[in-house]
């Protein structure tokens, strides 16, 4: 099967994002204050920080993750402080999730770390970054507009 010039470049954009995934996971952080955390919980603290305190099952819709990996989830985050669980205002019986000082303070630290590796290996060229950012951008805002499933108010992971 022969793959159309376009289809090869949208190969070659997907499997360059996850190989820089992995390159970044892989070598780790600078800084021994960063705390590494799993895929998911990159997941769902990027969730957390980008929006208001939100309820497990919006938690669950808004990145993807299965109800029940979410749990486990948050008690790893919970279990490193980065995370907390309140009763929900509007609904006593309910409990919502926000992140920590901690928590916001890790995902910035992590940011930069990641700024860092990221713009040393591209020799610090901003030439095309701004392009870069909009186009991975709408890659991510269509591929969640396309998951299975309900969608959700709370800002995509």
Not at 51 to 57: D, T, V
Not at 101 to 123: H, K, T
Not at 141 to 150: E, I, K, N
């Amino acid at each position: 099967m022969t793959e159309n010039p376009d289809e090869q470049r949208w190969a070659d954009v997907a499997d360059l994002a996850l190989i820089i995934s992995r390159e970044l996971q892989y070598r780790g952080y600078g800084d021994e204050k960063a705390l590494s955390l799993t895929q998911s919980e990159g997941i769902v603290m990027r969730c957390l920080i980008q929006g208001e305190p939100a309820a497990p099952s919006q938690i669950a819709a808004a990145t993807g993750l299965q109800r029940t990996n979410l749990s486990t989830t948050l008690r790893g985050l919970e279990h490193k402080g980065l995370v907390q669980r309140q009763a929900d205002p509007a609904d006593g019986r309910g409990v919502t999730v926000s992140p920590t000082e901690q928590g916001r303070d890790n995902y910035a630290l992590v940011r930069r770390e990641w700024a860092g590796a990221v713009s040393e290996a591209a020799a610090r060229d901003t030439t095309h970054l701004d392009a870069a950012i909009t186009l991975l951008g709408a890659i991510r805002d269509g591929l969640v507009r396309a998951r299975p499933g309900a969608p959700s108010s709370h800002p995509p992971a």
